[in-house]
């Protein structure tokens, strides 16, 4: 059985794709006891709030036909954003020499969070370059990784 996060991507895709934009992203998580249903776009040249609002308007209206989802749930459309967070492998390898900050589920060194360079990315291990050190996480350790905008 797909997850909810699999058919809505599947419906959104090609909506998506016709307003020249790609689906970074479709989240379904709980907030403070209400659902959310989130897609995230990317563009070159950057994301709008037309393209938000074009791509809303009619997945909104794809979704109340095909009715994936049971019960209520707040729907949302925006940008991947400047620090978004690299999920999948093709992720890693787009950004691969980029500035991230990598979160960890324990504490290593006496911290949770490590800023750096991506440097590499294997069966979900992270390696990252930390001034003249490279750093590698296994993948059972890694939370999250995003990127970083430097100024």
Do not use: H
């Amino acid at each position: 059985m797909k997850k909810v996060t699999e058919i809505v991507a599947e419906l959104a895709a090609p909506v998506v794709e016709e307003f020249g934009c790609r689906l970074w992203d479709t989240e379904y998580v709980r907030e403070a006891g209400q659902w959310y249903l989130r897609l995230y776009l990317d563009k070159d040249g950057g994301v709008d709030i037309l393209d938000c609002e074009n791509v809303s308007r009619k997945v909104s209206d794809l979704l109340d036909a095909a009715d994936p989802i049971e019960g209520s749930y707040i729907f949302e459309v925006s940008s991947a954003g400047a620090e978004r967070q690299l999920k999948r492998p093709g992720d890693f390898e787009e950004f691969m020499g980029s500035p991230v900050l990598l979160k960890t589920y324990q504490n290593r060194d006496g911290r949770k969070e490590f800023a750096g360079v991506l440097k590499g990315y294997e069966g979900g291990a992270v390696v990252l370059e930390m001034g003249t050190k490279e750093l590698r996480f296994e993948k059972n350790e890694v939370a999250m990784v995003r990127l970083r905008v430097v100024f």
